[in-house]
């Protein structure tokens, strides 16, 4: 959905706010095979997606990313929201290896980020991803097993995600999801949509 969204992001009527919701929490708990059926379909909307990138890259979990999302986050919404461009576009358009600590930390740089308080509220070098993955049990909420890493770490970008992934729980949606809100109205897009959706969507809330 990025080419879609970055055209409405640029609408001066429109704000986004993303909610990040830990797609891939751990290969015991999406295989290999679940993430390239929903990457071949993002690639059908146009989404710049490299659509061989699981057959050379093996991530294991998209939470250190997201959680990354959210400590760039706490240097202020907007550099949130381009630390995550910055990560889509390193995994889709470059196919690297979001898990790898030089990967989040280049895109730090990238957008000017704090370096220090970045490092400290990601946490890195006080796990691994092998304990990360070991964290998420299959049928519980990924919320509560995110929130215990997060409370045992003492890393507050983990609680922070913890609380996203908990909202979107509430919800009953699923990566990756659209919520458009306008006063007391409301239009949700579940899986991957055109641009055309995305634009009838909030001609209905408004």
């Known amino acids: 959905m990025e080419p879609s969204l970055s055209t409405l992001r640029r609408t001066p009527d429109v704000q986004f706010r993303s909610v990040v919701t830990g797609w891939l929490p751990s290969l015991a708990v999406k295989p290999i095979d679940a993430a390239k059926a929903e990457w071949t379909n993002a ?11 699981w057959d050379h890259v093996a991530p294991g979990t998209s939470l250190i990313a997201c959680a990354a999302v959210k400590a760039a986050e706490f240097q202020g919404v907007a550099k ?26 280049t895109i730090a740089a990238q957008i000017h980020l704090k370096k220090d308080l970045f490092r400290d509220d990601l946490g890195v070098g006080r796990y691994t991803k092998e304990q990360v993955m070991g964290a998420v049990e299959p049928g519980h909420a990924l919320s509560e097993s995110i929130g215990w890493f997060g409370r045992r770490k003492m890393l507050r970008a983990w609680t922070a995600l913890a609380e996203d992934v908990a909202n979107v729980e509430r919800q009953g949606l699923s990566s990756p999801a659209l919520h458009v809100i ?6 949700i897009l579940r899986g991957f949509v055109t641009g055309r959706q995305i634009q009838d969507a909030l001609k209905t809330v408004h």
């Not at 690639?43 to 990138?53: L, Q």
């Not at 306008?182 to 239009?187: M, T």
């Open 80 to 105: 949130g929201e381009a630390y995550l461009l910055g990560v889509r576009s390193a995994v889709f358009e470059r196919a690297q290896d979001p898990t790898s600590t030089d990967v989040l930390l």
């Open 182 to 187: 306008h006063g007391k109205k409301e239009s």
């Open 43 to 53: 690639v059908k909307t146009g989404a710049r997606i490299d659509a061989t990138y």
